[in-house]
């Protein structure tokens, strides 16, 4: 299918709707990701989901707890324009048992304008006996209400179902392991948008325009030798919309669901600022996400260079991201066109290696003389013994080692460990994960 447009479904509603509870229990998985991003409260925003071998995207627009009415619903109306701008179907969340309130009128009126699909779900219909509440939000003009209960898991089959049925023609909701999703991250002028039409504009073989309008296009699907990419979320990136894009939370939701969705994250840094702060949450996140990740230092023509210039340049990085020190940094500029083949032929390198898969032989073999070289910590007389190790998953490649006790394990070694499988297997551009399993 080379109209790659992955289906995305936002979730708007006021706060304490019930919003986290529908959205994990139809994720199924737990992430954490935000700690400290201002503004940010809530830990999990995007997820993605599976129904019946369907696959989509699901995105929560919600998340600050404003302090006043005024605020939320302003809030609101820019949850509203966010889902209507990213997202193929709104689910639009209202409180079953706390009623109708002004505020969801004002989002009604804003979601009754899109021709986006509108679900209005009405929640914390825990029982039958509560079902006469949803009568009264026939009010809002979005047709039959959807009585659910997020908290008992009620309904939501249900939900599913019409979800799937309302994607518009076009959209894709198959999962598809040969594309390599790339995301594009880097504060506002690093050069995103700049790289990517470069990228477009030399190795493009076919570029897909989406269907539907061009106001929602998300991805640019297209291949180059060999190869199938997706750049994700470039609409954030190349179309600079007035409504929200100096709310920094909404970048930072763009950028993490890109990160979300990517095989490999570009960490475009503009070579005459250095790195953000924002450079360092978002690869912080890839990173514990397990994605491939590669240092773009972008405007590279501007910098005033000797022999050293360089090398100092990848020392700062290193040094403000010393738990990456498997990322490949590649200097380049969007303007002379210095360098922008690197970046996807990098890309590719690092989208072969988080697939790798060493064999079970060779893996003990390495781990034999890594212990033999450096013996396993102990405590109180008893010493880590590693029994075997297999590699158990890609992307990224993880590893478990059958112990004696998981007590007896040190973040320390583990890096050691992990030091030794990068030195004799590579693994450029991608995490490793090392996993513990006691067997007695
Ligand atoms: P959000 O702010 O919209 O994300 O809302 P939360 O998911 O945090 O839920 C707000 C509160 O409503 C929590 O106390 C939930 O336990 C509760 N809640 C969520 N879903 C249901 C439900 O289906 N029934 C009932 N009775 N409570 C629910
Ligand atoms: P974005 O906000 O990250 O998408 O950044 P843009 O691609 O819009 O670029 C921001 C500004 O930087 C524009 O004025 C670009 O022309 C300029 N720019 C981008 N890349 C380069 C580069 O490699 N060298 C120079 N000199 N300018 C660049």
């Known amino acids: 299918m080379n109209n790659e447009n992955r289906a995305i479904v936002a979730v708007v509603g006021r706060p304490n709707v019930g919003k986290s509870t529908i959205f994990n229990k139809l994720t199924g998985k737990k992430i954490s990701i935000v700690e400290d991003t201002p503004g940010v409260t809530r830990d999990r925003i995007f997820g993605e989901v599976e129904w019946l071998n369907k696959y989509f995207t699901i995105i929560d627009t919600g998340g600050i707890e404003p302090e006043s009415d ?37 989002v009604a009126e804003i979601l009754r304008k899109t021709n986006k699909p509108v679900i209005l779900v009405v929640n914390k219909i825990d029982s039958m006996s509560q079902f006469d509440n949803i009568y009264d939000f026939y009010e809002l003009g979005l047709g039959t209400p959807f009585a659910i209960s997020g908290a008992n898991s009620m309904g939501l089959g249900d939900l599913l179902d019409e979800v799937v049925l309302n994607f518009p023609e076009g959209v894709n909701t198959e ?33 897909s325009p989406i269907a539907g309008t061009t106001r929602d296009a998300i991805d640019t699907y297209f291949e180059s030798g060999e190869n199938k990419f997706l750049l994700i979320d470039t609409a954030g990136i190349r179309r600079k919309s007035k409504v929200y894009e100096n709310v920094e939370r909404f970048s930072v939701i763009r950028s993490m669901s890109a990160v979300d969705r990517a095989d490999v994250v570009l960490i475009v840094i503009d070579a005459t600022e250095g790195v953000t702060e924002q450079d360092t949450k978002i690869a912080g996140i890839a990173h ?24 100092n340049f990848k020392m700062s990085i290193r040094e403000k991201f010393p738990f990456m020190s498997y990322a490949p940094i590649v200097f ?76 007896l394990t040190h973040f320390s070694y583990t890096r050691y460990l992990e030091n030794r499988l990068r030195e004799n297997f590579g693994f450029e551009g991608t995490s490793i994960k ?5 067997k007695r």
């Open 434 to 438: 090392i996993e513990y399993k006691q």
């Open 70 to 106: 005024d605020v939320i619903i302003s809030q609101m109306r820019n949850q509203a324009l966010l889902a209507i701008d990213m997202a193929h179907v709104i689910l639009f969340i209202v409180d079953g048992k706390g009623g109708l309130t002004a505020a969801d009128k004002e």
């Open 288 to 311: 514990d996400e397990g994605k491939g990740c590669v240092f773009v230092v972008n405007k590279w023509d501007l910098i005033e260079k000797d022999n050293k210039t360089m090398g």
């Open 175 to 207: 999962y598809d392991e040969d594309i390599i999703r790339v995301a594009i991250t880097g504060k506002p002028n690093a050069g995103k948008s700049s790289i990517l039409n470069n990228i477009l504009g030399e190795d493009r073989v076919i570029v």
């Open 332 to 407: 380049v500029s969007a303007v002379t066109n210095q360098r922008i083949k690197k970046i996807l032929e990098t890309v590719v390198e690092v989208s072969y290696e988080q697939n790798r898969r060493v064999t079970t032989s060779v893996l003990n073999e390495v781990i034999g003389e890594a212990v033999m070289l450096n013996q396993p910590p102990s405590d109180k007389g008893r010493r880590l013994k590693i029994y075997y190790g297999t590699q158990t998953g890609v992307k990224p490649p993880t590893f478990t080692l059958f112990i004696n006790d998981i007590e």
